[in-house]
């Protein structure tokens, strides 16, 4: 761990107040959260976006059992779809396509023999992403694209079975376009898979939570700390009206790693098919 955070901060004293966060953060995870993320006042846009990496693959080393069930249950129908391509159908693999893939947090759900395309814009992510892929050499992954899921015109229409988004919508500057674009390089009877964090949807019960979803959005207190992610935001209405021909969703919420992220516990999770 230790040399990875080296990698991501190699500036002496931002490396020692940071050792010293860390180490909070491990003995009280959620007052280490806010800790941490206070820093992110003092960085600049480039250190940031690493904070950021850095930060992101820390909170998902700390997922629990019960969010990787969720991960599972969501992820199911991978195992079981069919390539349209004939050789991929023979090995069981499929072409996926992953968007904001960060760190890299899904491979355990792809079948053996797939092959992984991904995109990130931000390539801070790319010690940790190539990290966590050494672990599934079953995978091939040997495209991966630096850019925005808006802007993917490099994939081909018609080119993918699976596409991939966990967490991510949140933060894209368009969600049109990209569930667009999404919809664009699957192949006719192609699937989206999404786990998504999004507004509270049931304010009589929990109107506290989305008052502070709004308010933490609208002062760009969230955004600014978690590089753009918005918590008041719902990709449904934007999946549904594109043209799929299916749309199975779910909402629920989802157990979080700390306290302070029960803000975005409601999730939405589901599968369109084109
Ligand atoms: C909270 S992280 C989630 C990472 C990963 N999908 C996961 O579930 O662990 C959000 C990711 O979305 C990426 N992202 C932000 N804006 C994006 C955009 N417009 N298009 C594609 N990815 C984007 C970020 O760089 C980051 O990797």
Wanted: glycine share 6%; aromatic share 14%; charged share 20%.
């Amino acid at each position: 761990m230790s040399s990875l955070f080296e990698k991501t901060f190699p500036y002496g004293s931002l490396l020692e107040s940071t050792t010293v966060i860390r180490n909070y953060a491990s003995e009280h995870k959620g007052l280490g959260v806010i800790a941490c993320v206070a820093v992110v006042f003092g960085l600049g846009p480039t250190l940031r976006k690493r904070f950021f990496a850095w930060f992101n693959n820390r909170v998902t080393k700390m997922k629990n059992e019960e969010y990787e069930a969720l991960k599972r249950g969501a992820f199911a129908d991978l195992a079981t779809q069919k390539s349209s391509d004939p050789e991929f159908q023979k090995a069981n693999g499929l072409r996926i396509l992953e968007i904001g893939v960060g760190s890299g947090t899904n491979f355990s759900f792809y079948p053996d023999g797939s092959h992984l395309t991904v995109v990130d814009p931000n390539p801070y992510f790319a010690d940790y992403y190539y990290e966590n892929k050494k672990k599934f050499p079953n995978i091939k992954a040997e495209t991966v694209i630096v850019s925005y899921g808006e802007d993917m015109d490099m994939v081909e229409s018609n080119s993918v079975d699976a596409v991939v988004v966990t967490l991510v919508l949140c933060s894209v500057k368009d969600i049109a376009k990209v569930i667009s674009q999404i919809k664009r390089v699957l192949v006719p009877g192609g699937r989206f898979y999404f786990i998504e964090h999004i507004q509270e949807w049931d304010r009589s019960s929990h109107g506290y939570r989305w008052i502070l979803q709004h308010i933490l959005t609208w002062f760009k207190i969230w955004p600014f700390l978690f590089e753009g992610c918005n918590l008041n935001r719902n990709p449904l209405p934007f999946i549904q009206s594109v043209g799929f021909s299916d749309v199975q969703y779910e909402r629920l919420y989802a157990p979080m790693p700390a306290k302070v992220f029960m803000i975005a516990s409601p999730h939405l999770k589901g599968i369109a098919t084109k």
